[in-house]
Structures are given as C-alpha cells and as structure tokens.
C-alpha cells in the first residue's frame, strides 16, 4: 500500500488517514458503514459483499497481480484425480464462476 501511494504521489498527504486493515478482518466493513472512505482490495475478497460497490482496477503500473497455480505431480497417488481437477478448474465454462469470485480465470 505504501508503495502505491508513493507512485501515486500521494504518500504523505494520507501518511495520518491511512488505516491498515486487512478486507477479511473488518477492513471491508469500515468502507461498508462509512468509517473509512475508500479501500482497496483484491477482488476475490471483496466480492458480493453487500453495501459495497467495487471501481475497478487500480491503474496499469501500480496494481497487484496475484496469480495462482494449480498442478498435478507426476508421482501423486492419486494423480489421475489430481489431473482431473486441475483440467476442471480450467475449463473454459467454468470461466464465470472465477469471474462472479473476483478473479481472473485461468487462460487470461
């Protein structure tokens, strides 16, 4: 966040409003019940929560990507299962489903 806010060039006119706060720990809810302006979040973990509207990304440059990997191992005990999921999870009709959770689905 600090690093953001420097890009930005912002950094010490909100050095005394910043509230550090994760989302899952209540930092959500003080942007919901209007004790704190605006926060800024990954989306998956604000997703379809009441009382919230999300903008969008922050611009190109100073956004996070997160990104996460799923696979099989070649010496899983139950790599056929393990292979199936990770196929599944992928699958191009499940691309809402990622999308209604916030993220990026795979292939993007």
């Known amino acids: 966040m600090g690093k953001m806010m420097e890009q930005l060039g912002i950094a010490d006119a909100m050095a005394k409003k910043v509230i550090h706060r994760p989302a899952l720990d209540g930092g959500v809810q003080l942007v919901v019940e209007g004790q704190a302006e605006i926060g800024i979040y990954p989306a998956s973990e604000v997703s379809g929560v009441k009382g919230l509207a999300v903008v969008g990304p922050l611009p190109a440059g100073i956004d996070l990507n997160t990104l996460y990997g799923a696979a099989a191992t070649a010496d899983s005990a ?11 999870m992928a699958a191009p009709e499940n691309r809402g489903v990622w999308k209604h959770a916030g993220f990026d689905p795979p292939g993007s």
């Open 78 to 88: 139950a790599g056929d299962a393990a292979a199936a999921f990770v196929k599944f």
